[in-house]
């Protein structure tokens, strides 16, 4: 048999366990990739990878490197290459291009012309040629653009691996199945499961870890759920080798079932999760096999029967919010009592985006494998249940909490001296402008990496990350004679200063816990009145450097019908209010955000009729067409970045999204209206697309404020409005 080139994709940090596997599957590794591996070996190994990969996303059949310097150097390069041995002139493809550069600088241009070499290569004297199809090609040929060479292959998988075709409906914030089958290999299950060990996930939502750690055990093939694979339709595929290693597959499925299997349970307390792992257990073909039932933590008793030996495997919620975070160190707390109680002897292994929680569970971990949960770094602690490993519970940052102290007073000056200056220059400026709140001082010295804004007679701080060439010690002493230093400097109360701490293992949230007291207090922005909370949340429900965005808005919004999009605190609405717009809307799919902005507006007298804050996710807000006919004459739509929130339908890239949302969003733009388009995104590029469809103007330099000079990439904006 001859030897093929493929790349197999996986969720970033599995690259190690994906090389492991795909050695055990017949293919040889050459090198690891950032999530993905280079490996080469036979068809028959290729579509063992396909069938067997716990792991994998995708297993591309690489076809050639190719030099993307320009477009039209692509373009003839997927021309040149013998597309007939692959799809037939009539047959149907799509083309998944991912990267960009400075030649191509967006997908869809990069899409285009892989998609014109290989129909212009097939393209018949009669005109016969291949047709794209998105929805069901016969194959799809993946393209990989990094720097000046393209990467390309056949997707041999179609959709994704990890989509095993057990779970259509998910729970809240589910695995990803491949994501799954890493946590249950770093826990170690198969060697527990051949020791006639037991599984159990306490905190199951929708069963994916317990159906996951049955598939393994029971050595059932993944890709025997799956409807198909994309070699189904390419004109390589051998159809003989699949059905023998899919007869080998079944036959070695019907051989797990025989004989005693662990116990496998999961437990939640929520109904309708439960009601939703049911179902996908029975997708899964797993009745009688997998046991999920709805009990509450606290309840937790081990059943008779269980092994002496186990592991528990737990993907506990993360909090998304400083005030969430107080509630964590109870919850991991409770999951570390009740373990050590019931199942002594077992393995525990707790996924978390917020590792400093494992301090409560009251174990010592002997093990943290860093991981990402999509975008989210998380880690995976192991712990053994033993007495030998108990610790004392300890909660959220409570014992290394940093405590104000002057290391060396020569530094110490130094920081003192150079707030007080800016105090008096920016607090002037201030004044005149209207503002209470700014920021004061933004890393200006190398040896205090921190952010100081003011609000009012109240001062919050953040901690940048300190780089790796920083010793963690010398840090933290730099942010305890910061801590002492600032609110002398500034003639506050040391009880006027909120600090925000940078976690070095980032989880969800980038910030150690804070109290969570509920204090919200007034600050004024150019006449309006803004609520603000320094200590409960992520932010402060104020984004300071979107400050002359809003000013602007104020000062022409006079009757205008103003939207407001992904509006956060309203505070944009707000200023449109102020300003005299007529009406305005304001999305946004936090029920929080969205009370914060109501109290916002009635806070400055605005008329509830008139403006309007209704919780909405605003992708599919923007993608409804039967609310078309409401039109607006000023729009202003400041997306993240990226968001995958269980709350939303879709999973947001401002990247790959923005052209979609800003069409979308110019189709409710009134005639003579004006968007206003910002986004935080260092890397961002604006499509050249959008520039050919609409006039559009960027003003990201007017934007940036005197406080934020400092910091001037904060964000990027622009005016878009209908040309003509």
């Known amino acids: 048999m001859s030897t093929l080139n493929f790349f197999v994709t996986c969720p970033k940090g599995v690259e190690y366990l994906l090389s492991d596997e795909l050695r055990e599957l017949g293919l040889e590794p050459v090198r690891n990739a950032p999530a993905g591996v280079w490996v080469q070996g036979p068809l028959a190994a290729g579509y063992s990878a396909c069938l067997w990969s716990r792991l994998a996303n995708r297993v591309i059949l690489h076809l050639a490197e190719l030099d993307a310097t320009s477009g039209d150097k692509l373009y003839e390069g997927v021309r040149a290459l013998d597309w007939s041995a692959h799809l037939a002139v009539e047959g149907r493809f799509k083309v998944a291009f991912v990267g960009e550069n400075d030649a191509i600088r967006n997908t869809q241009y990069g899409v285009q012309r892989v998609k014109d070499g290989v129909v212009d290569r097939l393209r018949q004297p009669d005109g016969s040629r291949p047709s794209v199809d998105t929805d069901n090609p016969d194959i799809i040929v993946s393209a990989r653009l990094h720097r000046g060479l393209v990467q390309l292959g056949i997707d041999l998988s179609g959709d994704s691996l990890h989509r095993r075709g057990y779970r259509t409906e998910k729970g809240a914030a589910p695995l990803k199945e491949n994501l799954a089958a890493a ?61 023998s290693l899919l007869t080998e597959a079944r036959t070695r499925q019907a051989q797990g079932r025989q004989g005693p299997l662990p116990n496998f349970n999961g437990f939640d307390q929520d109904r309708e999760v439960i ?12 009745e009688g096999v997998v046991h999920v039932e709805c009990r509450e933590l606290a309840e937790f008793q081990r059943p008779t029967g269980w092994s002496e030996q ?17 509630t964590l160190g109870g919850l991991y707390r409770l999951l570390g009592e009740r373990i050590k109680a019931e199942l002594p002897g077992w393995r525990l292994g707790v996924f978390t985006g917020a590792p400093e929680a494992g301090h409560a569970i009251g174990l010592r971990s002997y093990k943290q494998y860093k991981l990402y949960n999509g975008k989210l770094p998380a880690q995976l602690l ?51 402008q209207g503002i209470e709140c700014y920021r004061l001082y933004d890393a200006d010295m190398p040896e205090f990496a921190l952010a100081i804004d003011l609000y009012g007679d109240r001062v919050h701080v953040q901690e940048y990350a300190a780089p790796k060439s920083v010793d963690e010690r010398a840090a933290r002493e730099r942010l305890a004679e910061a801590l002492a230093v600032i609110p002398e400097a500034l003639d506050l109360p040391r009880e006027a200063m909120v600090c925000k701490q940078r976690q070095r293992q980032a989880g969800t949230s980038q910030y150690e816990k ?24 992520l932010d402060t429900g104020l984004f300071l450097d979107h400050r002359p965005v809003r000013h602007w808005i104020q000062q022409h919004a006079a009757g205008k019908r103003f939207l407001n999009l992904f509006c956060y605190t309203g505070v944009a609405s707000v200023h449109a209010a102020v300003g005299g717009a007529a009406s305005s809307l304001s999305l946004d799919m936090s029920k929080t ?17 008139r403006h309007r804050v209704e919780q909405a996710d605003c992708l599919t807000w923007l993608a409804n067409r039967s609310n078309l006919s409401e039109t607006f004459d000023l729009i202003f739509m400041d997306p993240p970045t990226f968001s995958n929130s269980a709350r939303m339908e879709g999973v947001l890239d401002i990247q790959r999204d923005h052209r979609q949302l ?39 330099r007017d934007t940036i404020d005197r406080d934020f000079q400092r910091n001037a990439r904060i964000h990027r904006c622009w005016h878009i409005r209908h040309p003509g």
């Open 514 to 537: 804070q109290a969570a007291t509920g204090e919200f207090f007034t600050v004024q922005e150019y006449g309006c009145q803004l609520r603000v909370n320094l200590k409960d949340y």
């Open 382 to 432: 192991l712990f053994q249940v033993d007495k030998a490993s108990e610790t004392r519970s300890r909660e959220i940052g409570a014992p290394g909490e940093v405590m104000p102290h002057i290391f060396h007073q020569e530094r110490a000056d130094m920081l003192r001296n150079r707030l007080r200056k800016n105090r008096k220059t920016l607090g002037q400026w201030a004044r005149k």
């Open 310 to 326: 186990g592991l528990v495997l737990v993907n506990p919620p993360y909090g998304e919010r400083l005030s969430e975070r107080k």
């Open 183 to 243: 946590l249950l290999l770093r826990a170690g299950w198969p060697a527990i499961a051949a020791e006639g060990g037991d599984f159990v996930d306490p905190m199951c939502g929708s069963g994916t870890l317990v159906i996951e750690a049955a598939l393994m055990a029971m050595d059932q093939a993944p890709g025997l759920l799956r409807d198909g694979f994309g070699f189904a339709g390419w004109l390589g595929h051998d159809g003989a080798l699949w059905q």
């Open 593 to 609: 955000y969205v009370q914060w902005a109501r109290e916002n507006l009635a806070l400055n007298n605005a008329d509830s009729r």
């Open 275 to 286: 009601a939703t792992a049911w179902r996908n257990i029975k997708r899964a073909g797993l």
């Open 662 to 700: 800003v069409e979308q969003a110019m189709a409710r733009l009134a005639p003579g209206g004006l968007l206003i388009f910002s986004n935080n995104f260092r890397r961002f590029r604006l499509e050249e697309a959008l520039e050919q469809q609409f006039q559009v103007t960027e003003v990201s």
